[in-house]
């Protein structure tokens, strides 16, 4: 419970609340030169139940915070029931969390999350992780100085150690590696790249528009579903969610960046890369009228370094080298269009067989994020 009369927790009761509370970090960040805000307009869609689907499995609550009359933090708590019954956990999360430097506000805000999380039987909580396991996963812990890549968090240094003050510990690291791709790539990946390439049941699928995209984009999903269901904090995503999340994704997807390989006529793998456009959010404000869609727009043509989004392999196909296929295509494809390097986006510390691929591309680890645990 908190006692200091000079802060005051707010649950988000209605629209009022709701926008202060999507408009809040833009005044937190304000002298914050990596911070690039959300789009609006998409924020408006995830915090409405009738827009977003994980609402049907998730209960979730919203709470900002003031700290002498001053906007000064907010938090989501988040409980997942799908994956709780999947995996027979009683756990809660907590995400969108902003604070200022004032461990008496940061602390306020978590405890609102935790004592609404014992009240509905939880006995953890981990975070910041959201509804869905596509959304941002674990706070940035190293790697200030490098520009924030799509879907991940962009935080204040001083934030993981606000969460450590309130009885917060490290659950996982989550790694992110920097891929030079101005050199050529080793000339033993060229070697298993060609040995693949002759096998006559292996077909690498590309496209040239993302019409021809469109057609593949649920077989794609499905994949995705098959492949990360194992994962830690992921819950399946059904049909209707699949197509929302189609639906939000493709107008920004590049067909130049994304590969499929089938294996005997079987979906065995896919590989997506995406320009890194988060100068031109930053420059938009997080608004696309009427001017940031062109800044967006621009953002694409000028990028210099590649995301790497998503990847997914069939168990039965893993280490057959289809991965290595996908991904010596892609680079040659970003190398040809004037980028200069990948980022491999977020793998868990302990996949060391991801880690090893990277580490086999030059690839070095510039930013790490962690996900932090609360017995509640």
Known sequence: MNTNQDIQIIPVTNRRLLRNFIYLPRILHLNHPKWVPSLYSEEWKYFNPRKNPAYGYCDVELAICLYKNKPAGRIMGVINHRYNSIKAESTARF????????????????????????????????????????????????????????????????????????????????VAYKIDIEDDVPEFYNRIRDRVMKKSNIRMVK????????????????????????????????????????????????????????VNDELAAFMIGMPNISHGIRASGGKLFPFGFYKILKAFKTATQLDFLLAGIKKKFQGIGVEVLMGYDIIY????????????????????????????????????????????
């Open 207 to 262: 496209f040239s528009s993302k019409k021809e995209m469109q057609k593949m984009v649920m077989p794609l999903l499905a994949l995705f579903n098959e492949c990360y269901r194992e994962i830690d904090g992921y819950s399946p995503l059904d049909e209707h969610e699949m197509r929302i999340l189609a639906k939000q994704y493709l107008p920004v997807l590049d067909p130049e960046y994304v590969r499929m390989v089938y």
């Open 333 to 376: 494809t970003a190398k040809r269009n004037n980028f200069k390097f990948i980022d491999s986006h977020l793998e868990m510390e302990s996949n060391y067989k991801v880690r090893a691929e990277m580490e086999k591309l030059r690839g070095r680890v510039y930013k790490k994020y962690r996900l932090f645990q609360k017995e509640i």
């Open 95 to 174: 995400s969108n969390f902003e604070s200022i430097d004032n461990p008496a506000v940061s602390a306020a805000l978590l405890n609102h999350i935790e004592q609404w999380g014992r009240e509905k039987g939880m006995n953890s909580v981990i975070g910041p992780f959201g509804m869905c396991y596509h959304e941002p996963i674990g706070f940035l812990i190293e790697g200030f100085e490098h520009e924030p890549s799509i879907s991940t968090y962009c935080n204040f240094g001083y934030l993981p150690g606000l969460l450590e003050m309130a009885g917060y510990r490290k659950k996982y690291d989550l």
